[in-house]
C-alpha cells in the first residue's frame, strides 16, 4: 500500500510532525529544498528520432507510410507537450542524527522556502513557546489552533 503524502505538517518548538511521523527539532541534522524532475515519457533523443522518422515517412508518396509517419511524428509531439504539462516540484527533506528522513513536496518552491524559514525560526527561537500548522495543500502557515478554523496567514 502506497504511503499517504502529508498535507498538514505541526510545528511546535520542540518537535515537527509529518503525518503520522513526529520528529524531534533538536535532532534534525539536516533541511533542505530539492528540486524533483518529473519522469517523462520519452527522453529529447527519442523526441527527435520520432520527428526525423516522421518526417521521413510522411515524404513518401505510400499512404500507408505517411499514415505512420504522421502518428510517429505525432508521437514527438506529445513528447513536448508533455514537457511542459509536467511541472517540476520541489521536495523538503528532513534528516535526523539516526540517518533517517522524510520528503514533503510542493510545486511551489517559494512556499517551500517559506517552510523551511520558519522550521530555522522556531529551531533558533529554542524555548520561545511556538505553534504552527502547516498546510501544504492550501501553501499557509497559521499561527496555533486548528487549520480549519485558524484564519491568520503568517507570512
Known amino acids: 500500500m502506497a504511503k499517504e503524502k502529508p498535507t498538514v505538517l505541526k510545528l511546535s518548538n520542540r518537535t515537527l510532525k509529518i503525518g503520522h511521523e513526529t520528529y524531534n527539532l533538536r535532532n534534525l541534522t539536516k533541511i533542505g529544498i530539492y528540486e524533483i524532475k518529473p519522469k517523462h515519457l520519452f527522453s529529447v533523443k527519442w523526441m527527435l528520432i520520432f520527428f526525423i522518422v516522421g518526417m521521413v515517412l510522411v515524404s513518401i ?15 514527438g509531439l506529445c513528447g513536448i507537450v508533455e514537457r511542459f504539462i509536467k511541472k517540476t516540484s520541489y521536495g523538503l527533506q528532513i534528516e535526523t542524527s539516526s540517518g533517517s528522513g522524510t520528503l514533503v513536496s ?7 522556502e517559506r517552510v523551511i524559514d520558519k522550521i530555522h525560526e522556531v529551531m533558533e527561537k529554542g524555548e520561545m513557546a511556538a505553534n504552527y500548522i502547516i498546510d501544504m495543500q492550501d501553501k499557509s502557515i497559521h499561527i496555533g489552533g486548528n487549520v480549519e478554523r485558524s484564519t491568520f496567514n503568517h507570512y
Open 61 to 75: 508518396e505510400d499512404a500507408t507510410a505517411a499514415l505512420v509517419g504522421f502518428i510517429v511524428f505525432c508521437l
Open 106 to 112: 510542493s510545486p511551489d518552491k517559494k512556499f517551500m
